[in-house]
């Protein structure tokens, strides 16, 4: 069982690994995990504080309650004030970078807004915070421009590696196209950004060698950074209809453990976040991924009145 990190990890082992529940593989895996991550990136836990500035979106994912779609939603944008203070804040309590996260949405006055507000971020404090977005695809020419105002690292889920699962989850135009997704993590790591991506575990439609093969692509890829997370249903998104279909819960959550804890055994050097979609299957979600191989937790520190509108998915926390 030892050997667990010297195991060669092609498709079959992970499909072998993903499917195994046994417990004291479990055990040993996220055991494993937990080693290599300590020997590799350290003990030490990376904080972002994460600041969910606008919910408003120009795309419509089958899944994501904040989709164009959802007339339900009541839309915010963050004010400059709003924003910068909360990353003021997220300075004084030590955490040394701040993740900017909101729908997508693509005009030139939004797109310079942001580059105004990477660069007053990069202002307000010495040692400078670093800085994460999250702000979906954008060009090759925006990334740049965002990268050289002070932006650090990018993280853009890939969702699915399979292009084909891809084009179920998302409506079929060219706004939602598994291509152009690709297309843009290349383009963000042309553009100088540290890049992270991820994927959604427990998707409608989603098969084990899916899994697998999300893996291999995050390896192949070569990420810097991962978040993935277990899928949650939406009430008010057409996915809804499918949740009859899903994993269990708990079959999520330890899945998404897994993943976790394989793609540590694969890339012991890279940042793999705990996702707060894991805290809302499990209390002491977050915990125990850390203990399973990630590294990185990203507090909410966006301010109260925009979180509440900031539904991704059901049961999102209000808690940080
Ligand atoms: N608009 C940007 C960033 C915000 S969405 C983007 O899409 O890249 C951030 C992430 O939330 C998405 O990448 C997706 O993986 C996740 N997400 C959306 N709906 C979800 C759901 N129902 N359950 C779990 N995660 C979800
Ligand atoms: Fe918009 Fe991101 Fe939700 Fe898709 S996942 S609808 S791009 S916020």
């Known amino acids: 069982m030892n050997s667990l990190r010297n195991s060669v990890f092609d498709k079959d082992f992970l ?7 046994d417990s004291s593989f479990l055990q040993e895996l996220f055991a494993e995990a937990h080693r290599v ?9 990376y904080f972002r504080g994460l600041i969910e500035i606008s919910n408003i979106c120009r795309k419509n994912c089958l899944y994501c309650g904040i989709r164009k779609g959802n007339s339900m939603v009541s839309r915010y944008e963050l004010s400059d004030e709003d924003i910068l203070l909360a990353a003021q804040r997220a300075f004084d309590s030590g955490y040394g970078y701040v993740a900017l996260q909101a729908g997508e949405r693509d005009n030139a006055a939004y797109t ?24 979906g695809e954008q060009s090759l020419e925006v990334y740049r421009e965002w990268h050289a105002a002070g932006g650090n690292r990018y993280l853009l889920r890939i969702e699915t590696s399979s292009k084909k699962l891809y084009s179920k989850i998302h409506p079929n135009d060219n706004i939602h196209s598994f291509d152009n997704r690709l297309q843009a993590l290349h383009n963000l790591r042309k553009a100088g950004f540290l890049v992270g991506t991820g994927v959604m575990i427990g998707l409608p439609f989603q098969t084990i060698e899916h899994l697998a093969d999300d893996l291999l692509f995050m390896r192949d890829f070569g990420v810097d950074m991962c978040g993935m997370g277990p899928y949650l249903d939406h009430n008010e998104t057409p996915f809804h209809s499918y949740r009859h279909t899903l994993y269990s819960e708990e079959k999520r959550f330890t899945m998404t453990l897994k993943m976790i804890a394989l793609l540590r055994l694969m890339m ?18 977050r915990e125990k991924a850390l203990s399973s191989g990630a590294n990185v937790v990203m507090p909410n520190i966006t301010p109260a009145f925009a ?14």
């Not at 499909?15 to 529940?21: D, E, P």
């Not at 105004?116 to 994460?132: D, M, S, W």
Request: aromatic share 4%; charged share 15%.
């Open 268 to 285: 012991p050097h890279i940042n793999i976040v705990a996702s707060t979609a894991m805290q809302v299957l499990d209390p002491l979600g």
């Open 37 to 45: 991550r300590v020997e590799s990136v350290g003990e030490q836990i």
């Open 15 to 21: 499909i072998w690994a993903l499917t195994n529940s």
């Open 307 to 320: 979180k509440e509108n900031y539904k991704i998915y059901n049961g999102k926390t209000s808690a940080i």
């Open 112 to 135: 310079a807004r942001i580059t105004r507000l990477v660069q007053q971020i990069k202002l307000l404090a010495n040692p400078p915070l670093g800085i994460t977005l999250s702000l």
